[in-house]
């Protein structure tokens, strides 16, 4: 995963302003967010260590003498990464075994790391809401705290909090709607999928569910082909995420193998108006929620508009006097 950083091009300066008040209108959904995925991680992690009831504090214990074992949650960076992921909330859990060693806390490591890598947290009683977690991992799994002389174990997790964190990323009446390509392609996948997926498009919603596909356009071109026609291509990044690796390459296989059954995707049916598709390959080692692992080119070829012209009325031919 790469990091956000702006570049020093005086060409993107409008580019980089706009990305700004974009970053700010999503900042106050990304703190109240943090509120709520605070405590939705100690009570997952309590359900997972029930040894950690009661002893699970907030950046550091109360004291320096206090009773191990016990768990020190602190939220970390929070980093903007895309306008389709949004930010990206750090947590860190540093695991203090104790008497029972850090072979005890490794044990509790791999358990919080099964429990929580790609599974949904969600909040108890009126809290309904879910955040994903994603596995880290760290430079320096074990450290000793220079201040106690206690050796702990820390987990480093990430949370994706979207823009469209407490809405629905499907557009409603009044809300902007998708490209007409990019409602098509997400029709045409679910359609493909069935109904245990969920396929959103230009952006995750805060909560995608389990098995998710999002559909995103990333560029378009025009091509000359020919005095009276032109060929529109639109270029798509799709980004499939699922409980396990393996059930993400099979759904990304699947869709590059129905675009190449299917060459024409129905646009308007009932106006015989489709695309092509021009190219479809996967990378399955692509990151899911930033990067995506299909790219699809589709192609559109249209009728150049005829141009008015003046109507010729009459012609006069004049014999050449010599």
Same mark, same amino acid.
């Given at each position: 995963?790469?990091?956000?950083?702006?570049?020093?091009?005086?060409?993107?300066?409008?580019?980089?302003?706009?990305?700004?008040?974009?970053?700010?209108?999503?900042?106050?959904?990304?703190?109240?967010?943090?509120?709520?995925?605070?405590?939705?991680?100690?009570?997952?992690?309590?359900?997972?260590?029930p040894?950690?009831?009661?002893?699970?504090?907030?950046?550091?214990?109360?004291?320096q003498?206090?009773?191990?074992?016990?768990?020190?949650?602190?939220?970390?960076?929070?980093?903007?990464?895309?306008?389709?992921?949004?930010?990206?909330?750090?947590?860190?859990?540093?695991?203090?075994?104790?008497?029972?060693?850090?072979?005890?806390?490794? =044990?509790? #490591? !791999? /358990?919080?790391? @099964?429990?929580?890598? &790609?599974?949904? *947290?969600?909040?108890?009683?009126?809290?309904?809401?879910?955040?994903?977690?994603?596995?880290?991992?760290?430079?320096?799994?074990?450290?000793l705290?220079?201040?106690?002389?206690?050796?702990?174990?820390?987990?480093?997790?990430?949370?994706?909090?979207?823009?469209?964190?407490g809405?629905?990323?499907?557009?409603?009446?009044?809300?902007?709607?998708?490209?007409?390509?990019?409602?098509?392609?997400?029709?045409?996948?679910?359609?493909?999928?069935?109904?245990?997926?969920? =396929?959103? #498009? !230009? /952006?995750?919603p @805060?909560?995608?569910? &389990?098995?998710? *596909?999002?559909?995103?356009?990333?560029?378009?071109?025009?091509?000359?082909?020919?005095?009276?026609?032109?060929?529109?291509?639109?270029?798509?990044?799709?980004?499939?995420?699922?409980?396990?690796?393996?059930?993400?390459?099979?759904?990304?296989?699947?869709?590059?193998?129905?675009?190449?059954?299917?060459?024409?995707l129905?646009?308007?049916?009932?106006?015989?108006?489709?695309?092509?598709?021009?190219?479809?390959?996967?990378?399955?080692?692509?990151?899911?929620?930033?990067?995506?692992?299909?790219?699809?080119?589709?192609?559109?070829? &249209?009728?150049?508009?005829?141009?008015?012209?003046?109507?010729?009325?009459?012609?006069?031919?004049?014999?050449?006097?010599?």
């Amino acid at each position: 995963m790469h990091e956000y950083e702006a570049t020093p091009d005086e060409n993107t300066k409008v580019e980089k302003s706009m990305a700004r008040q974009s970053q700010h209108a999503s900042a106050g959904c990304a703190k109240a967010a943090c509120c709520r995925m605070r405590q939705a991680f100690k009570q997952k992690l309590i359900e997972i260590v029930p040894a950690l009831q009661g002893r699970v504090y907030d950046v550091q214990p109360p004291s320096q003498t206090a009773e191990e074992p016990y768990a020190v949650m602190a939220l970390g960076e929070e980093i903007w990464k895309s306008s389709w992921a949004g930010y990206r909330q750090v947590v860190r859990i540093k695991l203090y075994a104790g008497q029972a060693g850090l072979a005890q806390a490794d =044990v509790w #490591a !791999n /358990a919080l790391i @099964a429990g929580l890598h &790609r599974e949904p *947290v969600t909040g108890q009683g009126e809290d309904t809401s879910a955040f994903t977690p994603h596995y880290l991992g760290v430079r320096d799994a074990e450290k000793l705290d220079t201040v106690t002389g206690k050796a702990y174990r820390t987990l480093r997790f990430g949370v994706y909090v979207p823009e469209t964190e407490g809405s629905s990323a499907i557009p409603t009446n009044g809300a902007a709607q998708p490209d007409e390509w990019l409602a098509a392609l997400t029709r045409w996948t679910q359609k493909q999928l069935g109904e245990t997926w969920l =396929v959103y #498009a !230009n /952006a995750w919603p @805060a909560q995608p569910g &389990r098995h998710a *596909v999002l559909w995103r356009l990333s560029g378009c071109e025009t091509r000359m082909a020919g005095a009276s026609m032109y060929e529109l291509r639109k270029r798509f990044i799709g980004h499939i995420i699922a409980p396990d690796s393996a059930e993400e390459n099979r759904a990304a296989s699947a869709l590059v193998e129905g675009f190449a059954t299917q060459i024409q995707l129905p646009l308007d049916q009932d106006k015989g108006r489709y695309m092509s598709t021009d190219e479809a390959s996967a990378d399955l080692q692509a990151d899911a929620i930033l990067d995506g692992q299909l790219r699809l080119t589709l192609v559109q070829r &249209r009728m150049r508009p005829a141009e008015e012209a003046a109507l010729i009325r009459r012609v006069e031919i004049h014999p050449v006097l010599k």
